[in-house]
Nanobody, 124 residues
């Protein structure tokens, strides 16, 4: 009923920039928090950044000052602008949407959803 589709990953040299997008589709009424996570090979998935429906943001310390999360509520889309990329930013990046209220038939339901992931590779 709800899908998150990410785009914008790729290969970039250290110091470069990428912009990730994640669009939620379905009969969506509202989305509470949205965020980006990443998982590097052999490591656990970690939270990168979150943004509330009101625009309040949080970041993991390692990306503060380099990454910016934003969202377009009208488009149910969250973005991650990544600047000054480092090789240690290499990972699969996943978007997440919490407490998505959507219509299933005539019923309003709530769920949490993940995107399929997009690879970001930063070469040194």
């Amino acid at each position: 009923q709800v899908q998150l589709v990410e785009s914008g990953g790729g290969l970039v040299q250290a110091g470069g920039s990428l912009r990730l997008s994640c669009a939620a589709s379905g009969r969506i009424f509202s989305i509470n928090d949205m965020g980006w996570y990443r998982q590097a090979p052999g490591k656990q998935r970690e939270l990168v950044a979150t943004i509330t429906s009101g625009g309040t943001t949080t970041y993991v310390d390692s990306v503060k000052g380099r990454f910016t999360i934003s969202r377009d509520n009208a488009k149910n889309t969250v973005y991650l602008q990544m600047n000054s990329l480092k090789p240690e930013d290499t990972a699969v990046y996943y978007c997440n949407a919490l407490r998505v209220a959507y219509y299933s038939g005539l019923n309003l339901r709530v769920g949490d959803y993940w995107g399929q992931g997009t690879q970001v590779t930063v070469s040194s």
